[in-house]
Structures are given as structure tokens and as C-alpha cells.
């Protein structure tokens, strides 16, 4: 039986840290067209690694719970 610690870092090796536009769009559901453009108009935080621009797993992950909009209680 493999440990705990041994899975979680297998998980981490093989997620990718940076995501790329249709990642991105597949992630969230929506067009690639759209996660271009929230990418190109700072909606969505980026790193830019040479020529690519990426979005950050972690930020994405901070921003969809940023964005999360809860019902107000009656």
C-alpha cells in the first residue's frame, strides 16, 4: 500500500501548475474564445513564461472562490 505522502506527491508531479488558454476553458466551462479574452483583459490573473501567457493553478483556484457568489439567507 502506497502512503499518503507518496500519492500527493505523484498528484502534484503530474498537475500542471500553469494552465494554457483551452485548459483554462475547459476548466471553467466556457469558450476558448472567452478564456483568451478574460486572459488578455487581466479578468483572469497570468504569468507570462516566454512568449506564452498562463494561468497559475492556485490563482485560478483563489479567483473562482473570489468570484463565488452565495444567495443571501431570508
Do not use: C, H
Not at 502534484?12 to 466551462?29: I, K, Q, S, W, Y
Not at 483572469?44 to 452565495?70: A, C, D, F, G
Amino acid at each position: 500500500m502506497k502512503s499518503i505522502a507518496f500519492i500527493e506527491k505523484a498528484n502534484f508531479e503530474t498537475a500542471r501548475l500553469l494552465l494554457r488558454g483551452p485548459e483554462v476553458a475547459d476548466a471553467l466551462g466556457i469558450s476558448r474564445a472567452l478564456a483568451y479574452r478574460w486572459m488578455q483583459n487581466g479578468t483572469l490573473p497570468t504569468v507570462r513564461v516566454q512568449r506564452s501567457v498562463r494561468v497559475p493553478r492556485e490563482s485560478l483556484m483563489l479567483w473562482i472562490e473570489k468570484n463565488t457568489r452565495y444567495a443571501e439567507a431570508r
